[in-house]
């Protein structure tokens, strides 16, 4: 134990100085590629951002050979500052600069590229700024301004204007720092600050017209290539900087790189080395457990051989059929009940294919899953109704299994099998008792259905019966009509004319209650006889001839819309004009109960013919609405109506290929819209 706790001990100690000398040969390495990371990519901001100011060095010389700017410097004039400035706004867009202006040889601007914005910058004097100082002393001119107040730092490129040999002025171009910067890339953080140390461009967490001593912590390390270098922090931030100072400029470059990956490397370091040496550790225990293992394997077959004896005895009392086949299918055991319901031998059967037992079809699931035994297709089958083979030849129904089991190492597969011809026999019973059931019940399904459709017919016979009733009044007053015309026809024997216009008059009252009385087969017959053009103004008419007195006697105002040109549709006269009569009907009565009582009859066309009939009654129930047109259903009392109409008029509308439904308007009363196809 003494031992085995001093060789722990000991390797544990040399785990850690392992760990420790490669976690320090990890940091060191890790920024020496750091810092020569940050100095290639501080030659190539440096060389973007001398690129950039090189692209428009030539933009002050270009402007100072113009023609027109040497005429301006020599005499001021409006108009030609105007030209000018013009011209040096065109400049300004082509080159991308951020403006261009020329400075006189007293420093006063005399054009400018903003000179629509700027008004005021004409009165601004430059002689005391360095590019015109600079320009005046016959040099280029450059220079940089920080303005802090505005946070626009901007540079200024300057060239001197010439008449002969004398200074007449300056052209001018400002560059704002921060189109300056975009063209810049870099991997890492890029910082710009002045001489004083004023940041003033940066692409990381760090406030611009502010020194960087108050920003960050700088602290010194010296590598192991002797190497010296900074680290700046943070908050939680740290990078490795690099920098050079642009003597031309003034400027201070900056680039940091983050030493997150210093973190990383350090970290993986650690744990590569440590867990080597705990691999190695763990390489000689494996070692020494395996002879261990060796011997527990010995152990192991001993005590799986009596488990396989005391499983096979298990087995061989089971109360279902057990077999045992490989891959091929070839039977390698079979119990005693197997044995029994198939009345064969193991003799028999060992080492024999499983299908010689069995009687299916080649396309079935117990087939397809046989011939993919030890494949990768494979999918166990549980409770698959097939046909066993005895011995004898005579087949029985089973109940088979096929399952996939492990058996000291070789492929074996379990099938299990239910002799099931005891259930059989009682589900053919069963069938036999539900086919007898089924048939009694069809009879007894024809036996009712004849009794409801003689319950129909009779019902269509009583609903006639008492349709009649409304068609005698219907015919009462066109029959109290033919007497009173009878009666003025005998008064008027000495006047021909006269008689025959009465005689007219009787003659279309008798065609009207023919009419009537021809109706009366509508509810038995849904097809019209004969189909024809029918006027719709025409059956309008003729519909409202049979309630003209009605509409007088309750003071009923009438309002008809119709077009002008006649409009027909396909169908037959008599069954238009009876949708028209129980439509105006209803809305009579349901009127019966109002004061302002107001029927409107409209129709209209567009593709089809829309024919609306609305009243002011107190509209329908809406929980009649869903219902409204299926037959008994009505909202009138016991005795004033049977619920036919609307189912009657609802199947004519449909015989015309139309539909029809009803709504309440929102003023109150209500609506009924039918539509036809147009002839």
Known sequence: MTKRLLATLLFLLFTLVVTWASVNKTRDWTLQQLHQQGSDELLQVITQLRNALGEYRYLPFLISQNTDVKALMLEPDANLSAEVSLYLEQTNLVAGSSSLFVIGEQGR???????????????????????????????????????????????????????????????????????????????????????????????????????????????????????KTSLWSQDTSNWLSRSVELDDLRWQVIVLNNTDVVDRNVRNASLFSFGGCLALGLLALLLRERQLKIRSQNETREALARNEAQQKAIINNAQVGLFLIDHKGVITFANEMALQQFTVSMSLVDHKPLTTLLAFEKSSPLSKGLSRLGKQGFAPLIGYESVGRRGDGTEFPIM?????????????????????????????????????????????????????????????????????????????????????????????????????????????????????????????????????????????????????????????????????????????????????VNLI???????????????????????????????????????????????????????????LGLSIVRSIVRDLNGEIWAENLPQGGARFVVTLPKC
Not at 133 to 140: L, S, W, Y
Not at 196 to 220: A, C, D, I, Y
Not at 606 to 611: A, G, K, S, V
């Open 109 to 227: 601007p005399l054009a400018y590229s903003h000179w629509r914005d700027e008004q005021n910058f004409f009165l601004r004097s430059h002689q005391g700024q360095e590019y015109f100082t600079q320009a005046k002393a016959g040099h280029r001119g450059r220079q940089f301004s920080l303005n802090a107040e505005k946070q626009r730092p901007a540079y200024y490129l300057s060239s001197p204007i010439y008449d002969g040999t004398r200074f007449s002025g300056a052209a001018v171009v400002r560059i704002e720092l921060e189109s300056l910067v975009k063209k810049l890339r870099s991997f890492g953080t890029v910082l710009l600050s002045d001489a004083e140390g004023t940041l003033f461009f940066t692409t990381g967490p760090f406030k611009r017209f502010k020194p960087l001593s108050e920003q960050v912590t700088v602290t010194g390390t010296d590598l192991a290539d002797g190497v």
């Open 585 to 643: 009907k209803n809305a009579l009565d349901a009127m019966s109960t109002v004061e302002n009582k107001c029927l409107n009859i409209r129709i209209a066309t567009d593709d089809n013919i829309t024919l609306n009939v609305s009243d002011s009654g107190p509209g329908i129930d809406e929980e009649l609405l869903p219902d409204l047109f299926e037959p008994f259903v009505t909202s009138k009392s016991i005795g004033d109506g049977l619920g």
């Open 400 to 580: 088979i299994s096929v399952r996939k089991m492990e058996y000291l190492g070789d492929r074996q597969f379990l099938v299990t099998v239910i002799d099931i011809s005891r259930r059989k026999g009682l589900e053919l019973q069963l069938q036999k008792a539900n086919e007898s059931l089924e048939h009694k019940v069809e009879e007894r399904t024809q036996a009712l259905q004849e009794a409801q459709d003689e319950l129909v017919q009779a019902g269509k016979m009583a609903a006639i019966g008492r349709m009649s009733t409304a068609v005698v009044h219907e015919l009462n007053q066109p029959l109290t009509a033919i007497r009173n015309y009878v009666a003025i026809c005998r008064q008027m024997l000495q006047q021909p004319e006269m008689l025959s216009e009465s005689l007219t008059e009787v003659d279309e009252l008798t065609q009207r209650m023919a009419q009537i009385t021809s109706q009366l087969k509508t509810f038995a017959y849904k097809k019209p006889e004969q189909m024809e053009q029918v006027s719709m103004q025409m059956a309008v008419q003729h519909a409202l001839q049979l309630f003209k007195q009605r509409l007088a006697d309750e003071q009923i105002q009438l309002q008809v819309d119709q077009p002008d040109d006649t409009v027909y549709i396909l169908g037959d006269s008599a069954r238009l004009e009876q949708v028209l």
